[in-house]
């Protein structure tokens, strides 16, 4: 269901943005490479190439700060992007604040969230490669967004999603399937405390046996990130002013840097003085408590290398979507080390409780992942007369807030 906003009418905020025609590249910004497995030297292009289709092994090492978009992906953008944003005056008034909020909306796009905004581009190399098959692990919407950029450029799709994951959202390989992807469903084992590393895993050894077939990981890489700043490039365009605050939501760090990376980088420049803000589950604290080293995506010293934080596993195995990702993008931790993003933990109540106010002042349903950045942006409306910025993805209208447990 698509819901219109009054206040978003009123401000039109959206009626004189551009398309963006260039991502921004924020690994341009910071310190990244990208180790190889086998001999923990620095992967030389050449060596990335074997892995990734060569146009996503150049996109990855990579170190223009701006990147163009390729225009059969920008025809494909121009259906949903710009995304709308819009102030929540309602939701200012059920916390009780005098700051103003900004809803940047990615429930708008193609899948429902930012996904689409990899996706697509991904898809896209990967055809202009002559690959015609993609596998990948997914909980479920990375997925059913990759299944839908495959079936535009006729590509096949096949995901791979944990057992937990899909008991919990069995509606998410149904959605894959429906968009053509094949999804197999891989069961727990004792070598994986990791729900992601055990699916990239299965994907990885299922992969190898293909012809024309590449595995992609789908999150924490530039490949991933870079696309996803599309989102903070058209907020800035959009508001008309400058928030104080920007938050995201932290599993791999495609949702927090693709809001706040066009932020960073004016903070990088000396043009700006922003709070960028994470939030993340007490399930998964990967900033406030993860250790830094080098950590891969799966166990099968396939994927290459990141300088970045880690943890051993999920704080007592829970399901949380998304923000399940043991490891995190490498700029997040960079950026982190160096005090540019801060970070606070949440626990599924707060979080829930933010998306039922949300809904029931905004009349809109958000995913899990954005509960928590709802809960993060209650929290900093405390500090009064701050602008600030959040991007939210859609939810469904079940019982997962009010009645159920299936998300949380």
């Known amino acids: 269901m698509i819901v219109l906003w009054n206040s978003c009418l009123l401000e039109n905020l959206n009626s004189k943005t551009k398309m963006i025609k260039n991502y921004l590249n924020i690994n341009g910004y910071c310190n990244y490479n990208l180790i190889n497995p086998k001999n923990r030297n620095l992967i030389t292009l050449r060596e990335l190439s074997e892995i990734l289709p060569s146009s996503i092994a150049q996109l990855e090492l ?27 005056r309602n939701f200012e008034k059920a916390i009780g604040t005098s700051c103003e909020i900004y809803i940047k909306d990615e429930g708008l796009t193609l899948t429902g969230n930012h996904k689409a905004n990899s996706a697509y581009l991904i898809a896209y190399l990967c055809k202009k490669d002559k690959v015609k098959i993609i596998t990948t692990e997914t909980t479920g919407n990375w997925g059913i967004a990759l299944a839908k950029a495959c079936k535009k450029f006729g590509l096949e799709a096949i995901c791979f999603i944990d057992y937990d994951s899909h008991r919990k959202r069995p509606d998410r390989k149904s959605a894959m399937e429906k968009e053509g992807s094949k999804v197999i469903v891989v069961e727990q084992d004792s070598k994986h405390s990791d729900l992601l590393t055990l699916s990239a895993d299965a994907a990885i050894k299922y992969t190898k046996n293909l012809e024309n077939a ?189 009645g159920g447990n299936n998300e949380w």
């Not at 002042?361 to 958000?366: D, L, P, Q, Y």
């Open 62 to 88: 990579s170190k223009d700060k701006e990147i163009e978009i390729p225009k059969e992906v920008l025809n494909i953008y121009s259906k949903f992007r710009p995304t709308p944003l819009f102030r929540a």
């Open 214 to 402: 590449t595995y992609i990981f789908g999150s924490v890489y530039n490949y991933f990130i870079i696309p996803q700043s599309i989102i903070g490039l058209e907020a800035k365009e959009q508001l008309g002013k400058y928030p104080d605050i920007v938050v995201g939501s932290c599993g791999g760090g495609a949702n927090l840097l693709g809001t706040s990376a066009a932020f960073i980088a004016d903070k990088l420049d000396n043009k700006s003085d922003v709070d960028i803000l994470s939030a993340e589950s007490e399930k998964c604290p990967i900033l406030t408590r993860g250790k830094k080293g080098l950590y891969s995506i799966d166990n099968l010293n396939y994927f290459p290398l990141i300088e970045t934080y880690g943890l051993d596993g999920l704080v007592n195995g829970e399901y949380i979507g998304g923000l399940g990702s043991t490891i995190v993008a490498s700029p997040v931790a960079e950026f982190h080390s160096r005090g540019i993003i801060k970070a606070r933990t949440y626990n599924s109540e707060e979080a829930r409780k933010a998306a039922k106010l949300f809904y029931e002042s905004e009349r809109k349903w958000v995913a899990l992942e954005s509960s928590y950045q709802l809960a993060s942006v209650i929290d900093k409306a405390r500090e009064n007369k701050k602008v600030i910025l959040v991007n939210i993805s859609s939810g469904n209208s079940d019982t997962q807030f009010y």
